[in-house]
């Protein structure tokens, strides 16, 4: 559904990181090797996403290249794993 999300890297956390677009701030939950890639604070950046929809959350996967993005989608269909 969302596809990428190119924007100002507004603040990192421990998993999470929040990327400013026209005004909005999307919480985009990051893998530890992103965190390690990322640029500071106040520098653009690109996130190809994964938007995970389950009946009481909705929440945004992010990774720097498409690559990484679809061997988290892969990951998904194996039985047993979730995207945490």
Known sequence: MISFIRGELAEVLEDTVVV?????GYNIK?????LAELPEC?????????????????NLFGFLSRDELEIFKMMLCVSGIGPK
């Open 42 to 58: 106040g520098s653009k950046v690109k996130l190809f996403t994964y938007l995970h929809v389950k009946e009481d959350a909705m």
């Open 20 to 24: 400013e677009n026209n005004g909005i």
């Open 30 to 34: 990051v893998p530890t090797s992103v």
